[in-house]
């Protein structure tokens, strides 16, 4: 049976920050490749934020649509906001563009399809303030329609706060945190960071929450910040209950971890990168079952994996048994079953807070 990471070297440590002014700039880093239809969106919610000492640095990576006019009609409208405009390279290489001409102390991540609650970056900063040694700040997002209409529970449910470093060594480099547009880091952080690894084409915001973690303090803003929109174009956008987009996330996970590796190895060496592993990461093996869940039994093998081979690197119990049941169950039902344990809803955590501590008297002292 896999053994979770106990033995990892911890020479981990925050990096000291230095005081905050007492109003900082913030640098919004919006990295745009034809979501012409949503920029209006996105940049009027920093117009009506409630702290005004902000600048918006919009990288447009060689839109087709009418992106780039709609950016200069709001730059003519507002000197806060400028456009960068470059070849179509990727999201690393447009987040890379805005970051180099960013002036801000602070650096906050903004998705072109996304929005900004009015409060945002006023919340965050009161938040960085009471916590002077945390370099990233996180809120959980609220999934949106492509209309604007919410459409489940917010992203995530709750937010890993603290100095993370050595437990998330353990999972494997996995730590609770929302998407891009939830975050927001120090320039000390950020220039330990950037530039972003050109090769990355998805989950940019995993890259950069995971690794910062390794080096800093996180704090937590409890209520939602800014909605998320999932639609038709965005990467992340299809249901988590689609087997493709889990496939996905499996190999983003395999990509970026090599690439946390290198960057441990040069921040703390290469014994505290060989603590890395994937074996450790949860969420890595729980998508697994999730996949052959939701194809059913039929496809066999996960990446070669049988199902207890996987089963055997979730270390919660509860959710162990969950998975070992949801994958014996025959199509639609294992799809169902799956469907309804990745989703997010009152009936399923009012289940969970039941049978979670039920399971736990149950199983006490049986199993290894």
């Known amino acids: 049976m896999s053994q979770q990471n106990s033995r990892a070297p911890l020479p981990l440590r925050p990096v000291d920050l230095s005081p905050l002014a007492d ?29 005004s000492n902000f600048e918006a640095i919009v990288c447009d990576d060689g839109s087709t649509d009418s992106s780039r006019l709609i950016i200069q009609r709001y730059a003519r409208k ?79 449910s709750g937010i890993d706060a603290g100095w993370l470093g050595p437990a998330s060594l353990r999972r494997g480099g996995y730590t609770s945190l929302p998407q891009a547009s939830g975050l927001c880091i120090r320039r000390e952080i950020a220039a330990m960071l950037f530039p972003l690894p050109h090769q990355l084409k998805r989950l940019l915001d995993y890259y950069i929450c995971q690794n910062a973690i390794f080096f800093t303090e996180v704090c937590a803003v409890p209520e939602v910040l800014a909605d998320y929109r999932l639609h038709g174009l965005n990467i992340t956008g299809l249901s988590r209950t689609d087997d493709h987009v889990l496939e996905r996330f499996v190999e983003d996970v395999e990509q970026i971890l090599p690439l946390q590796k290198e960057f441990l190895a040069n921040l703390y060496g290469a014994e505290v990168a060989a603590a890395l592993r994937l074996d450790d990461h949860p969420w890595y093996w729980v998508n697994l079952l999730a996949i052959r869940a939701l194809r059913g039994r039929r496809k066999g093998a996960i990446r070669s994996f049988s199902v207890e081979e996987i089963a055997r690197h979730i270390p919660n119990r509860f959710e162990n048994c969950i998975w070992r049941f949801l994958v014996l169950l025959p199509r639609p039902f294992s799809r169902r079953a799956c469907c309804f344990w990745l989703g997010s809803s009152p009936i399923k955590r009012a289940m969970g807070a039941v049978a979670r501590p039920v399971f736990s008297r149950l199983t006490a002292g049986t199993w290894r």
């Open 23 to 51: 109003r900082p700039l913030f640098s919004v880093l919006i990295p745009n490749y034809n979501y012409a239809e949503f920029l209006p969106m996105a940049l009027q919610s920093l117009l009506d934020q409630t702290y």
């Open 78 to 156: 507002d000197q806060r906001i400028r456009l960068i405009a470059k070849e179509n390279g990727g999201v690393a290489s447009a987040l890379n563009a805005a970051y180099t001409n960013a002036a801000g102390e602070l650096i906050a991540f903004l998705d072109a399809d996304d929005e900004f609650k009015p409060q945002k970056l006023e919340r965050v900063l009161v938040e960085l303030k009471a916590n002077p040694r945390s370099g990233l700040c996180a809120h959980p997002v609220r999934p949106v329609s492509q209309a604007g209409r919410p459409v489940g529970a917010q992203f995530p």
